[in-house]
């Protein structure tokens, strides 16, 4: 029989039976120990089921449950095995669409005529763990695409059909655990022995292939870990993510409201929440303004010619709301700012003297989200981006960008976030421009990401189609990554709208267009900040600075001369004199996460003072209404949180 040499990444090799499987070869290339926490292999790169038999020379690297690569394996056959446990559970009563694997987990999508509730996570567990101690074997099986659509077809399981119609490969790979068949790439871990440590945590809706117009399908969510303690973990963050969910504290703060009458998807900004967007824009108005930008104001309309023009019909018409008829011109809502700062731009004349010109806005746009998608604050239909344009000579790039780098970082650390991955994001399948502009762009964002010392990673292909662009993701107090800056170096729309400028040779030159968002949109940003400090804003940003309260009612006129006086000196203050007992005002103040509760009796009305107690229940000494007021300007100043 002939034979193949295999061995590790840094092992000798070793000669095996041509045909072997990978489990057999693992036995004697690694140690017990290692071995029993390897659930795949990569096989010269590709990941590969461990019953995989080898048919030439290959390098092994063992894949562990562990790892990255090794939890995904895990926590998708830890969909397979919910799935078959639904199945077994509600037969014929289910059909069967997608079940992949997410960060921290799984989930599987449902067709049933009676949704699923979490009602029924008890008996899917314990259905799931029963097969799981069956040890159940994930068996690959390939077949043609057309013996496929007809098994499935038997099974009745049209969504897998559908599916297999798509696929352009004329051989497909099934895996079968039990009773259930499952169309799949793969690959999987050897049994279900290793589906130990899971939880089921919730049903959402999803329609088939995200289409509203397509069958509702019930989505059960679950987490699987290789170890309990993860998973625990795991669950303590949950927990801990519920309780600053930032749905819940909008509306226990009286941020902001969301109604079906307005429509879903468009903030209503409440007073407190108003107040809070404020002092955000005054926030960044003066941070541009400091870094050599000119505010901008555009319209939220625009005539339908202009998004021909700029490509956004073309490549983004989807997103877009349609168009409606304004005296015979047809107008659509806009999706960007970038070609209203084009027309800003054309409306003079340039001379290479100028550049590099800085523009900024805060300009609301709207585009169409799925129903399905829209999540409070996160994801919304309409925004307020904080958008900004640079043009500059093709010799100012790589500075201009490093300046946005370092003002970006300067901002998020302002407000708190000082952890964030960095992404560089290159040419797509579909773009416009020449090849030489975007291998340009990309070096001048690669140098400036260097310069600046940065860690990043390259994002193949996943730039617009008009430039390569720069991701900044925030992480939060729990360590979740949130999108939210990005730059995006732009020869398309200069050349589609035919910008140009004088040169110093007196010839006409095409500017370099840079986008840019620092925050992404104020609405993102706000629900990422409310989940990153749990509503309880650092003083600088809090709505609701301080609450002045009375003891009895012979202090409330002092209580309303305190208030004013403090409100007029620009302290953001409220009241509360009713005729209610203090722990009560100070239990209400604390639910509304106010940094400062100012409480007066009769000491301190005799003695003009103020005893200031702090939101986690601590008291610092009696002040004078001025003297709290210099703590305040004092700790607004450092923006700490």
């Not at 809070?276 to 870094?291: A, G, N």
């Not at 925050?519 to 509503?535: N, P, W």
Request: glycine share 6%; proline share 4%; with cysteine.
């Amino acid at each position: 029989m002939a034979e193949i040499s295999v061995s590790l990444q840094d092992g000798e090799s070793k000669l095996f039976p041509q045909g072997t499987v990978a489990a057999e070869m693992l036995k004697e290339l690694v140690s017990g120990k290692q071995r029993k926490q390897t659930v795949a292999v990569k096989c010269n790169g590709r990941l590969v089921d461990l019953a995989t038999p080898l048919l030439e020379d290959a390098v092994l690297e063992p894949v562990l449950a562990t790892s990255e690569a090794g939890a995904e394996i895990l926590r998708h056959s830890t969909a397979h095995i919910m799935a078959l446990a639904v199945k077994e559970l509600y037969g014929e009563q289910v059909k069967v669409a997608i079940g992949p694997a997410i960060e921290d987990g799984f989930y599987y999508d449902f067709d049933r005529k009676t949704p699923f509730t979490p009602d029924d996570f008890e008996q899917i567990e314990a259905k799931m763990t029963e097969l799981a101690s069956a040890r159940l074997p994930f068996v690959r099986q390939e077949m043609s695409k057309d013996e496929a659509i007809r098994f499935f077809e038997q099974q009745g399981e049209m969504y897998k059909v559908e599916l297999l119609r798509e696929i352009e490969a004329e051989t497909v790979s099934t895996y079968t655990h039990g009773s259930f068949v499952d169309l799949c790439r793969g690959p999987h871990v050897p049994d279900a022995s290793w589906i130990k440590v899971f939880k089921l945590l919730r049903v959402a809706g999803s329609y088939w292939r995200g289409d509203e117009k397509r069958q509702m399908l019930t989505r059960i969510y679950g987490a699987a870990f290789a170890d309990k303690k993860d998973l625990q973990q795991y669950l303590t963050r949950l927990e801990e993510a519920r309780k600053r969910d930032h749905r819940k504290l909008g509306k226990q703060l009286s941020l902001f409201t969301i109604q079906d009458q307005i429509g879903p998807g468009l903030i209503l900004w409440q007073p407190r929440g108003a107040l809070l967007r404020r002092l955000i824009e005054d926030y960044w108005k003066d941070e541009h303004y400091r870094h050599d930008y000119q505010l901008l104001y555009t319209p939220h309309i625009a005539r339908q010619d202009l998004w021909k023009t700029s490509g956004h019909l073309d490549f983004y018409g989807e997103n877009m709301y349609s168009a409606m008829e304004i005296d015979e011109v047809m107008y659509q809502l806009k999706p960007m700012n970038c070609p209203f700062h084009i027309g800003v731009y054309n409306a003079d004349k340039h001379s290479y003297r100028e550049f590099p010109i800085r523009w900024c806005e805060l300009g609301t746009v709207y585009r169409y989200e799925r129903t399905g998608a829209l999540h409070g604050l996160m994801r919304v239909r309409g925004f307020t981006q904080d958008d900004a344009h640079i043009f500059c000579r093709p010799d100012q790039l790589e500075d201009e960008i490093f300046n946005i780098i370092d003002l970006n970082l300067h901002i998020l650390k302002t407000f708190g976030f000082d952890q964030y991955d960095v992404y560089l994001s290159t040419r797509p399948a579909k773009y416009v421009g020449s090849d030489e502009h975007w291998e340009l762009s990309t070096q001048a964002l690669k140098h400036a990401l260097d310069k600046k010392g940065l860690q990043y990673q390259i994002d193949p292909g996943e730039g617009v189609f008009y430039g390569p662009k720069i991701d900044i993701k925030i992480k939060d107090q729990l360590g979740r990554s949130w999108q939210c800056s990005t730059i995006q170096v732009d020869f398309n729309l200069p050349e589609r709208f035919q910008m140009g400028y004088t040169g110093e040779d007196g010839g006409e030159h095409q500017p370099i267009m840079i986008h840019r968002a620092l925050m992404g949109s104020l609405e993102r940003f706000i629900g990422v900040l409310i989940e990153h400090y749990a509503g309880a804003f650092p003083l600088w940003l809090a709505p609701e600075q301080a609450r002045i309260m009375n003891i009895t009612d012979d202090q409330g006129e002092y209580c309303e001369q305190v208030y004013a006086r403090l409100r007029a000196l620009g302290v953001r203050i409220e009241k509360d004199v009713r005729n209610e007992k203090l722990n009560y005002k100070i239990r209400e103040a604390q639910l509304m996460k106010v940094p400062y509760m100012l409480i007066v009796g009769e000491r301190e009305r005799e003695e003009g003072t103020v005893t200031v107690r702090q939101r986690d229940g601590q008291n610092l000494p009696a002040m004078t209404p001025e003297a709290f007021v210099d703590l305040v300007i004092e700790e607004c100043s450092r923006r700490i949180a």
